[in-house]
C-alpha cells in the first residue's frame, strides 16, 4: 500500500514520505513526525500484531515509538529522532523488562517473527512449548532446505532440557537493528513479542553482535546470566538461524549446523 494512502487513510497530515533504510521485512518511510511501514503482501493481522506488540513493549515501561494508525496495509508510528548512545541505559531497561513475571508461555494470539506465522497457544512446560510452537513449525517450513540437517533437528526435539527463570516478556527478535538510540534515550522498534524465557532474546543479541561490552556489563551486574542460560543460547539461536534459513537461503546451514551440535 502507498505510504501516502495510508497517511491519507490514517487522517494524518505530513510532508511526503521519502523511504529509510533498513526494512527488511517491510518498506519503512519517514513523513515529517511519522514513521510509516507497508508490505506489498502482508500476511493478515502482521500490522496488527506489531502494534500490539508495542503496546505490551509499553506497558512494561520500555521505550518504542507510539501507534497512531494501524490497518491491514501498514502501519503509522511516532518517529523518534536519533540521539547519543546510551548502553548503559538500554541495559537497565532490558533487564527491568526481563525481570517482568508472566503465569504461562506464548500469547493467546498469532503473531509473527518477519512474516513466519508464530501460532497462538500457552502452555507451562517451557521446553516443550518451544520446541513445538517455535522450533518445530520452523524446520517443517524449512525442511526441502535443511537435507540432512532435518533428521538431526527433529532428532534434538524430544530431548530438549531447556533451563527456566521464569515466564517473561520479550522482545523476540532483539538484534542491533531493532535497537534505537533516541533523544529520549533508548528505544526498541519491530518487536515480535510473546511471553518466553529471556535466554531468546540473549541468544538473538549474541547471534549477530552490535551490543558492546559496556551494555553486558552493565546487564549481567544488574540481572546475572546463570551458567545453564549461557549454555542454552545456541538451542535459542537455532530459531532464528532457521527463519533465516527460510528466508535468505542455505548460506545459513553452516550456521544451524554449528547451533545444533553446541546445542546438543
Not at 14 to 35: C, H, I, N, Q, T
Not at 111 to 119: A, E, N, R, S
Not at 120 to 132: H, V, Y
Not at 223 to 232: G, L, Q, S
Request: aromatic share 10%.
Amino acid at each position: 500500500m502507498d505510504p501516502s494512502a495510508i497517511l491519507k487513510t490514517a487522517g494524518l497530515s505530513a510532508p511526503e514520505p521519502v523511504p529509510l533504510s533498513g526494512g527488511d521485512v517491510s518498506r519503512v518511510y519517514r513523513a515529517g513526525p511519522f514513521v510509516v511501514k507497508t508490505h506489498e503482501d502482508p500476511p493478515p493481522g502482521l500490522f496488527w500484531a506489531e502494534a500490539e506488540g508495542l503496546k505490551a513493549l509499553a506497558e512494561a515501561a520500555v521505550r518504542v515509538p507510539r501507534v497512531h494508525w494501524v490497518g491491514e496495509g501498514g502501519i503509522v508510528l511516532e518517529y523518534l529522532p536519533p540521539g547519543p548512545d546510551d548502553w548503559k541505559g538500554l541495559a537497565r531497561m532490558l533487564a527491568r523488562l526481563h525481570r517482568t513475571r508472566g503465569t504461562r508461555y506464548g500469547g493467546p494470539r498469532p503473531g509473527y517473527l518477519g512474516t513466519f506465522p508464530l501460532p497462538a497457544g500457552e502452555g507451562e512446560d517451557w521446553s516443550r512449548f518451544f520446541t513445538e510452537k517455535r522450533l518445530l513449525p520452523l524446520i517443517q517450513a524449512t525442511w526441502t532446505q535443511l537435507g540432512t540437517l532435518g533428521p538431526e533437528l527433529e532428532s534434538l526435539l524430544p530431548r530438549l532440557r531447556l533451563p527456566t527463570e521464569g515466564p517473561t516478556l520479550i522482545h523476540g527478535d532483539l538484534w542491533s537493528g531493532n535497537v534505537h538510540m533516541s533523544e529520549a534515550g533508548p528505544a526498541l522498534l519491530d518487536p515480535s513479542v510473546w511471553v518466553g524465557e529471556r535466554g531468546v532474546d540473549l541468544a538473538m543479541m549474541r547471534l549477530f553482535g552490535g551490543f558492546p561490552e559496556l551494555f553486558w556489563q552493565e546487564y549481567g551486574a544488574l540481572y546475572p546470566v546463570p551458567p545453564e542460560v549461557r549454555d542454552a543460547l545456541p538451542c535459542y539461536q537455532l530459531y532464528y538461524l532457521l527463519v533465516h534459513v527460510l528466508f535468505f537461503g542455505s548460506g545459513y546451514l553452516g550456521s544451524v549446523r554449528r547451533a545444533l551440535a553446541a546445542c546438543s
